[in-house]
């Protein structure tokens, strides 16, 4: 079965920390992976991906994460976390023949001052 | 870049009632995507459309249909409206030479009443 599992539906942290987002999946084909955020009431804004290559990934806003094949992971880092970062972040996996993202539930972040 | 438009941005509507939501992806883009998100879910597949066809589908009734018009824009029309309906509707753009990222709206707000 294809699917995302965000482990944490909710995290706080305080300004400055570092941080770590949990993202396992489970997918039959070589799986195309994405991180986006999501502020209250917007869309959808793509933090960064990873299709190949190198696997830790650079993406905006101080954001990285690192693909593990053998651990189904694809865990969001950052060093140090602004209070700008408040919002909802979603892994998503695609790729193959299936054209759909499937989507984990999200992680909340809220960053205490 | 206008990036994706999509709208309108909120509406409410009787259940039973018929609703079409607009969306107008990334200029280059020829991929539309729809996706629902309910309060508090991860965004969940409905259809996407390539070359005015609907080329996928997720796990949503007939009452959920679609069209993508030459210029790449694309509708979405949901009949006999139920409660269940209400949620977060996004469209997503994406070019389909390979599988790259989505590019999201910021969703039209449907609340059926």
């Known amino acids: 079965a294809q699917s995302v599992t965000q482990p944490d539906i909710h995290i706080t942290v305080s300004e400055g920390a570092s941080l770590e987002l949990r993202c396992n999946y489970s997918?039959?084909?070589?799986?195309?992976l994405f991180w986006y955020v999501q502020s209250p009431g917007q869309g959808l804004q793509l933090l960064l991906k990873y299709f190949s290559g190198d696997t830790l990934v650079q993406g905006i806003k101080g954001f990285e994460a690192e693909f593990k094949r053998s651990q189904s992971s694809f865990n969001l880092r950052k060093p140090s976390v602004h209070w700008s970062d408040a919002a909802e972040y979603f892994c998503?996996?695609?790729?193959?023949?299936?054209?759909?993202?499937?989507w984990g539930l999200g992680t909340s972040l809220a960053v205490n001052p | 870049d206008a990036g994706v438009t999509q709208s309108p941005t909120h509406l409410i509507k009787t259940r039973g009632q018929q609703v079409t939501l607009r969306c107008s992806p990334k200029s280059g883009h020829d991929t539309v995507s729809w996706y629902q998100q309910a309060l508090g879910q991860g965004p969940q597949f409905i259809f996407q459309y390539y070359e005015e066809e609907e080329r996928q589908r997720g796990n949503f009734p007939d009452r959920f249909s679609g069209h993508q018009f030459p210029n790449y824009s694309s509708e979405l029309n949901v009949n006999a409206l139920l409660l269940g309906d209400s949620a977060l509707y996004l469209c997503a753009s994406s070019w389909t030479g390979g599988f790259t990222e989505a590019f999201f709206g910021q969703g039209t707000r449907l609340t059926v009443v």
């Open positions: 997918y039959g084909a070589t799986p195309y």
């Open positions: 998503a996996v695609g790729g193959g023949n299936n054209r759909k993202l499937i």
